[in-house]
């Protein structure tokens, strides 16, 4: 552990890349990469990782060409020895976006979509399935109902129901861990924007060990949560202390059965620790037939789906703000403005809030890619002159497809539309 | 009697062409060294770094205005490293009697070569190959990474040290052997001409088929 990190709280992760000095050729590719310049070391020498200002979010990692940086943390092991104790019930949670990349480590096309065989291997493997989709689903249900609470405070002066403080607008997505420590750590009088919602993974360890201590009948301390996703910024996100959400309800309702708090989530593995882990046990995913979720956990909508790429948070939010403002379905229900791999995607929507019988039109920006395009945005919102009334941040270019944690493409890079030569030299 | 005859081995293009390789390549193969084994302080690093990449830039300018300019001298170049003959091993098979001349100060009898010898053309064809490879992986590595996969990158860094290894290793034996032959590292560095005693017996095959005497005392 990095003793003199100053950004952390107690029993976090504290930073989950580093680099590897000896593989390090000093050749700066990572830096640029990088969305908060966390990466130190001059152009010739060995860089290393600043803990402090670095986001976890693993870009470094897969576009170093030389293979450099590593993660800090690997609980393969770990997870494949909770496997084999048979007391215990490991709940794999997927993420949207593993299931179209794992295919490639285990010789698919890329791209390929892959859920019966990835809920198959993982069966195989011991794990019971918890698909985050749901979980996204609960997220989008949170996100899209606090945005317009938010809204209607904002337009019509309506007053929390419950008496708690409404954040003000515009009211930035809160999936991503990387661009919430950001936010924590540069923009800290942006926090009450950023929505309050968990993310879909923190909400999926919730369930996991509350509602799903029925559905697989163990207790909370029995079950093993397993994050499965294509981001190291996760791992984390599930180390942050106050994710206990599921021993707190417990506690208070008289389920918990030890006075040691556990995690929502217990451990992360990425998508290349999945397919280690698979390897490990010899359990070849393209060779596997196709299984389904197993439980209601398992099942999940269109909107959950599109998690995983740039815009899909905002679409899967408008829909649902658009159902619940109107009473009607968006039609079509495919949003298409903020899809796409535009750096800053803006789009309008003029719905009708029927409780107000008036018309709103919702200003709404999708940014992915922070390193290029978050400044000028945040900039805006702090000045006050900000267009936008939903703001939806992904770290990664692409969005969590792109993830840190995802195999890495060598036949690829992340490099957007980046064209004019790059003369390192400082 | 000791002829005073010279010949022109080395026109004032090649030679320009020489400086220059010499200002950019010396450098870019110790900073490569310090850049392969990472020794120095930070800063000291950085300096390396900014010195390999000025001495890269040097390097591409120089290769290129050479071959624009001096494009003739290109063509004769290439036609005489890649001119082989059964005397080419016949040297490699006694290492062109160096080895003998240096260790044990015995001269033998040497295949008849052109105006490269078998290990200079052997260099040549080194440097040429080598060289072109260094600088277009160079200049990727450098200013256009983004522009390639990752694993192409990495493997135009693998390529860049393999070669930059084979030159600097064959640099070192170059360098021996040119200020070894020392009225060749004169001509060289400082007229282009070596006595036309000499060529004769170093490079008997070129004096006879090529050299063209302008006259009996011309230099
Ligand atoms: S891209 Fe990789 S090799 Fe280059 S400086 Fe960064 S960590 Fe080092
Ligand atoms: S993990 Fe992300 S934030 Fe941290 S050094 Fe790497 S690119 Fe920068
Ligand atoms: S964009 Fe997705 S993969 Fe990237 S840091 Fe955010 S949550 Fe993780």
Known sequence: MNVAAKTYQKGEIPGVIAIKASACKGCDACKRHCPTGAITGSFGATHSVDVDSCLSCGQCLINCPFGAPYETSDTVDEVIARLKDRNTTVVGIIAPAVRVAIGEDFGLPAGSLVTGKLYGSMKKAGFEILDNNFAADLTIMEEGTEFIVRARHAVFGEKSEHGAEIGPLPQFTSCCPAWVRLVETKYPTLIPNLSSAKSPQQMAGTVAKTYGTKVWGKSAEKIYTVGIMPCTAKKLEASRPEFNNAYEYNKKNGRALTDKPYPDIDTVLTTRDLSRLFKKLKINLAAEKDADGGSLLADYTGAGTIFGNTGGVMEAALRTAYAVLTGEELKPLEFKPVRGLKGVKSASVKLKDTKYNKEVTVNVAVIHNIAENIKPVIDEVLSGRSPYHFIEVMNCPGGCINGGGQPIYGNGSSWLGAIRPLFAWK | ?219
């Not at chain 2, 010949?7 to 900073?31: D, E, G, M, N, Q």
């Not at chain 2, 009697?97 to 105006?115: D, T």
């Not at chain 2, 010898?117 to 072109?132: A, D, H, R």
């Not at chain 2, 004769?200 to 063209?212: F, R």
């Open chain 2, 1 to 219: 009697m000791i002829s005073q005859k010279t010949i022109l081995k080395h026109p004032l293009s090649v030679r320009i062409f020489h400086y220059l390789l010499i200002l950019s390549f010396l450098p870019l193969a110790v900073t490569g060294v310090f850049l392969y084994f990472k020794p120095l302080s930070e800063s000291a690093m950085n300096l390396t770094m900014q010195i390999h990449v000025v001495a890269g830039v040097v390097l591409t300018l120089d290769a290129i205005a050479f071959f624009l300019i001096g494009f003739n001298r290109v063509v004769l170049f290439l036609k005489r490293i890649f001119y082989f003959s059964i005397n080419d091993i016949k040297w490699f098979a006694i290492l062109g009697g160096y080895p003998q001349k240096i260790l044990l100060r015995k001269k033998v009898v040497v295949p008849s070569m052109g105006k490269y010898n078998s290990g200079q053309k052997l260099f040549g064809i080194c440097v040429l190959i080598g060289g072109t490879i260094l600088i277009f992986t160079g200049w990727i590595l450098w200013a256009l990474p983004h522009l390639m996969p990752r694993e192409a990158v990495s493997l135009l860094g693998t390529l860049h040290t393999f070669f930059a290894w084979v030159l600097t290793l064959f640099l070192l034996v170059h360098l021996f052997l040119g200020i070894y032959m020392f009225d060749d590292f004169k001509a060289m560095i400082l007229h282009g001409k070596i006595p036309y005693d000499e060529a004769k017996e170093m490079a008997p095959l070129w004096v006879e088929k090529e050299i063209i005497s302008i006259s009996e005392n011309s230099y």
